[in-house]
Structure formats: structure tokens, C-alpha cells
T-cell receptor
Framework: DVKVTQSSRYLVKRTGEKVFLECVQD?????MFWYRQDPGLGLRLIYF???????EKGDIPEGYSVSREKKERFSLILESASTNQTSMYLC????????????FGSGTRLTVV | AQSVTQPDIHITVSEGASLELRCNYS??????LFWYVQSPGQGLQLLLK??????LVQGIKGFEAEFKRSQSSFNLRKPSVHWSDAAEYFC?????????????FGKGTTLSVSS
């Protein structure tokens, strides 16, 4: 089975800190995604990447950036963390951008204080 | 605009009773359709998917879903709910092939199971 690993399950960071969320997949998938999940809002796409060093903005990219230096790793960066970025962050990978389904990691619950 | 609507935010079902979770979508062409389940504190797990062919698709854990093109719906069903089915359920749609946007998710339906 495809495995998507998010390095941290829980993180607590201070306002203004630069935060890195790491995601690694082991099945040579071309596409990787970062979603943010908030109660009542569902999953909202932050960024996705369809190839190494390629990225596309999703619906809510403000305050975030991403890095994909290697195919298996996709990092989400909060340049200057703010309390409104407290959320559950979900990483996923897939063979196709939209089809065939995604495999999700277990999520990182980030709290910014 | 492309969107997915799950009209029910929260549903409570008695254990052993049947379940139907609704999903409607707005999309330019017939998309790929998915249902995911999320247990508390976990990531999302794929329950089932529709690409083409038979409009009734079977998934894991005894779930099934029916695609109705005329109604732009993809409702999830289970004949007899178990307590372990309590979770949040997400419907999602996506384009066929590599081009286009990422999956679009509904806002989710929380299922509670009463004994």
C-alpha cells in the first residue's frame, strides 16, 4: 500500500515563527497536495505539486509556501505563523491530479499560540 | 463554479439501521467521484470511487454508492450500521486524467451511531 507519512502528529508553535510541515510518500507518485481541515469548512486546498519543483496555488495559499526538491517529499511552510493558521493539515499523494483517488497522511494538528 | 454539497452536517443512526449520506455536485463534465471516511484524529481513508460503468459501486466496510447523472448525485449507503462506522464522511469530485484541478471536497457529514 501507498504510504504517506507526515513527520509530526501534533505541533505547537509561537506566533511569528517559521514552521515547516513535512510529508513523504513512498510510491513514486507524481502529485502531492496540502489541505487544511477546519470544522464546518471541510478540506481546503492550499497548494499542490504535479512534479518536482513544480507547484500550483490552491484555494487558500495566502500565508503559506511549499517546497518540492525531491519527488517523494513535499513541504508546507508557514512563513510567519499566525493564530488563524491553527488547524489540521493533511498531506496527500496521487498518480493523477484529480482522478484515481488520493492517499492521505494521518495529519498534523498545528496550534499557534 | 465547481462544488460539492453534503446537505447533512450531522446524522445520528441507530446501530443496525440503514444509512444514506447525500452528496450533490456541480461540475462541467462527469467527474470522478469519491467517498472518504475519517475517524477521529486520523487522515482520510478511501471508501469507494466511481469512474465509469455500473452506477452502483461497492466499497470497503460494506458501503456502496450510486451515481445518478440526472441528479448530479453520488449518495453513500449502508444496509446496517455498526458502532464503528461513527466518523466523518467526505464526498469528493475530481477531473478525469492528469489535467485540471485537484479534488474538491464537500464539507463533510458527521455520523453518530446510537445503541
Amino acid at each position: 500500500d501507498v504510504k504517506v507519512t507526515q513527520s509530526s502528529r501534533y505541533l505547537v508553535k509561537r506566533t511569528g515563527e517559521k514552521v515547516f510541515l513535512e510529508c513523504v510518500q513512498d510510491m513514486d507518485h507524481e502529485n502531492m497536495f496540502w489541505y487544511r481541515q477546519d470544522p464546518g469548512l471541510g478540506l481546503r486546498l492550499i497548494y499542490f505539486s504535479y512534479d518536482v519543483k513544480m507547484k500550483e496555488k490552491g484555494d487558500i495559499p495566502e500565508g503559506y509556501s511549499v517546497s518540492r526538491e525531491k519527488k517523494e517529499r513535499f513541504s508546507l511552510i508557514l512563513e510567519s505563523a499566525s493564530t488563524n493558521q491553527t488547524s489540521m493539515y493533511l498531506c496527500a499523494s496521487s498518480l493523477e491530479i484529480g482522478g484515481r483517488g488520493y492517499t492521505f497522511g494521518s495529519g498534523t494538528r498545528l496550534t499557534v499560540v | 463554479a465547481q462544488s460539492v454539497t453534503q446537505p447533512d452536517i450531522h446524522i445520528t443512526v441507530s446501530e443496525g439501521a440503514s444509512l444514506e449520506l447525500r452528496c450533490n455536485y456541480s461540475y462541467g463534465a462527469t467527474p470522478y467521484l469519491f467517498w472518504y471516511v475519517q475517524s477521529p484524529g486520523q487522515g482520510l481513508q478511501l471508501l469507494l470511487k466511481y469512474f465509469s460503468g455500473d452506477t452502483l459501486v461497492q466499497g470497503i466496510k460494506g458501503f456502496e454508492a450510486e451515481f445518478k447523472r440526472s441528479q448530479s448525485s453520488f449518495n453513500l449507503r449502508k444496509p446496517s450500521v455498526h458502532w464503528s462506522d461513527a466518523a466523518e464522511y467526505f464526498c469528493a469530485v475530481g477531473p478525469r486524467g492528469q489535467a485540471g484541478t485537484a479534488l474538491i471536497f464537500g464539507k463533510g457529514t458527521t455520523l453518530s451511531v446510537s445503541s
